[in-house]
């Protein structure tokens, strides 16, 4: 069976993929920006413009509602997140700022500490969900905390296993789908 835009998988376990294919290297847009952004979370700060670089590289089309997000506003938030003592505090906090959904406020983690975190992303979500490795949300989208949460420690606990940052076991499972994608991404 070919559904969820994926073609068949020659693998029947997440951990089965990651052994057999390669993981992915960072492009160098995304390493560059990673290093950019190398300071954030010693000087517990982000720029406006900053936080609109990475906005804009996860979700082009919500820009213009994160340019409604005063500069002040956002250090303010980003500080608050870099102190908060758990992941939902994270997550509620960055979801409060206009624009940001689950997803873009996985990016920004992601690319502040691409070690601890990965992109939620709709093609890897469809991937973990044809191996087996989430039982919800076939489509990959609508995505709440206690989503994010699950997928967070999936990535973790292949990240750990190999012996590699968890943005690059997204980035690796993100390629795989996209290069065994069938028809439209959003078909499913």
């Known amino acids: 069976m070919e559904s969820m835009g994926l073609r068949k998988l020659k693998y029947s376990s997440l951990g089965d993929l990651l052994d057999h294919e390669p993981i992915s290297e ?3 847009e995304t390493a560059g920006m990673v290093l950019r952004l190398r300071h954030v979370r010693r000087d517990k700060a982000v720029t406006r413009g900053e936080f609109l670089e990475i906005c804009s590289w996860k979700s ?3 820009i213009r509602h994160c340019r409604r997000n005063s500069a002040k506003r956002v250090k303010s938030v980003i500080r608050q997140v870099l102190a908060a003592p758990g992941e939902k505090k994270r997550l509620e906090l960055l979801t409060s700022l206009h624009g940001v959904s689950v997803p873009t406020a996985s990016a920004i983690l992601t690319l502040t500490n691409p070690r601890r975190y990965g992109v939620l992303d709709i093609r890897v979500w469809q991937l973990l969900f044809r191996l087996g490795s989430v039982n919800h949300k076939r489509g990959g989208q609508g995505f709440r905390f206690h989503d994010w949460e699950e997928y967070l420690n999936i990535l973790r606990h292949q990240a750990k296993r190999l012996s590699v940052p968890v943005r690059l076991v997204e980035l690796s499972l993100f390629k ?5 994608q069938r028809g439209r991404l959003y078909e499913a």
């Open 26 to 28: 960072e492009d160098p």
């Open 60 to 62: 082009p089309r919500s």
């Open 176 to 180: 795989y789908h996209q290069d065994h």
